[in-house]
């Protein structure tokens, strides 16, 4: 990862391909230039080249939107820029959809190159970077799942994986419902020294309280009634690799002091066990709570928040990272196109753009959802915009707002607006069925209940 970015520059004028060369090593890049279209070609292919700016006119018979296309049909896509003296809207249209960064008109000034090409290097190295730690993870193990996108947001949290995953300290995964915080975890679990050991996870919120110290150390022969053998809990289970606590805020206080003690020691007793045993896992923990205000409510113990909150991650909404939503949305549709033996192959540029528009109050689940959604009822290769109407009761529709507030005071009212008609739409058309209501919303169930709650909406939809 720390090797620097090999950029291929790709112009005929000698004197102009000497000018972006001292730019690019100005920026850090190592240039590698290029006359004609077919040595870049074949210096793509190869693998040799991290990153290309080309101009669009070219001596021979290939041009710019060859080396355009050649980048962009590489098992994984090569950034690529194109440069111009033509000003075509339509050129520049095509290019950009078939997949290239960006388009610069020539001549432009020194200042504006100089910041357009550090804008291209640094997206480049982003890139590069985000599939570097992508193969450090599949060398670690195949994981069925991949974090997915490059916007700066979701950047942010992925160079801190290696060292989190590197120390072995306890790791506090933070974010919302759908936000993907076992696909972080999972990550930290395989880069780190235990790649090769189990990762067990555990749902807090779906354990009884009854039962949850049990299913946490496991019980001796006889410990009550129906324990007929002895059995493993899953901090055993995880022992050598990693314990992954879901929704830790859900955990119960009478399991708090006791999990707190095995963080701080090594040790347990399995109920009905006389003797302690030892275990040496490292924990994980994820929630969409505000932990800090749960300790000051009293629901959670100060010293049990410590000693998970050693190393925060936090994961950024969906609507944070809008740039990745098409990355997103076409890896969930090749998926389903699969598993589903769906015509569907791709999504329209409006079908896109309003998967885009949306707010997304569950996350990256609910995206799936609907992508899911759409490719299982599809009848032809290409989803289009109505292929993802939610219902009259849900779509995102232009409305009046104060834009003389703050802007975050605007935009939240906003989307609470759109989580109360988001909420109720989703009720309705479920009868009531809260369960079900979550399902299709990519939701969980204590998600929607919170949102009801929030908004005070009743099982009906009403307001109660």
């Known amino acids: 990862m720390g090797a620097d970015l090999r950029l291929g520059i790709v112009e005929d ?8 060369v001292a730019l690019a090593e100005e920026l ?29 006119r070219l001596p021979g018979d290939l041009d710019g939107e060859d080396v355009v296309r050649a980048c962009l049909r590489q098992r994984t896509p090569i950034p690529v820029a194109v440069m111009s003296v033509v000003s075509s809207a339509a050129i520049a249209v095509e290019l950009l959809r078939l997949g290239a960064d960006d388009y610069l008109v020539k001549p432009l000034p020194m200042e504006t190159l100089l910041e357009r090409l550090r804008l291209f290097v640094g997206r480049a190295r982003d890139r590069r970077e985000l599939h570097d730690l992508r193969g450090l993870m599949d060398d670690a193990s195949q994981v069925g799942q991949r974090i997915l996108g490059s916007s700066p947001a979701l950047m942010q949290v ?3 994986l290696p060292r989190a995953a590197h120390s072995g300290a306890p790791v506090l995964v933070l974010g919302e419902s759908g936000t993907g915080k076992e696909l972080f975890a999972r990550a930290t679990h395989d880069l780190s020294r235990r790649a090769e050991r189990a990762f067990v996870a555990v749902d807090c919120a779906s354990i009884p309280e009854a039962i949850f110290e049990n299913e946490l150390f496991g019980h001796r022969r006889g410990a009550f009634t129906n324990a007929h053998s002895d059995q493993d809990g899953v901090v055993q289970r ?5 314990l992954f606590l879901d929704e830790a805020g859900e955990l119960p206080l009478s399991v ?13 007793r399995r109920l009905g ?17 505000d932990l800090a205000e749960e300790v000051q409510k009293g629901s959670f113990r100060e010293d049990l928040y410590y000693r998970l909150n050693v190393i925060a991650l936090r994961v950024p909404p969906l609507r944070d990272r809008i740039e990745d939503i098409p990355t997103l949305a076409a890896a969930f549709l090749h998926r389903f196109a699969e598993r589903f033996d769906s015509p569907a192959r791709a999504l329209s540029a409006e079908a896109t753009e309003r998967l885009v528009a949306r707010p997304w109050p569950g996350n990256v689940r609910e995206l799936e959802n609907a992508v899911q959604r759409a490719v299982a009822m599809a009848e032809t290769p290409l989803l289009r915009a109505h292929d993802f109407d939610l219902g009259p009761d849900v779509l995102v529709e232009e409305r009046p707002f104060d834009s003389s507030a703050p802007f975050h005071e605007a935009k939240k009212k906003l989307i609470d607006d759109f989580e109360r008609r988001y909420a109720k739409a989703a009720l309705r058309r479920n009868g009531g069925n809260v369960a079900a209501a979550a399902r299709s919303a990519g939701l969980a169930r204590r998600s929607l209940h919170r949102l009801m709650e929030r908004h005070g909406l009743d099982r009906s939809g009403e307001s109660s």
């Open 13 to 20: 004028d000698p004197d102009f391909r000497e000018l972006i």
């Open 28 to 56: 850090g890049a190592v240039p590698v230039s290029f006359a004609e279209a077919r040595s870049a070609i074949a210096a793509i292919g190869e693998g040799s080249l991290d990153a290309v700016l080309t101009d669009y």
């Open 158 to 160: 992925v160079r801190l």
């Open 238 to 242: 995880a022992d050598g690799g990693t």
């Open 256 to 268: 708090q002091a006791k999990l707190l003690r095995f963080l701080q020691t090594g040790t347990f």
């Open 273 to 289: 066990d006389p003797n302690p045993s030892r275990a040496d896992v490292r924990v994980i923990a994820a929630t969409n709570r």
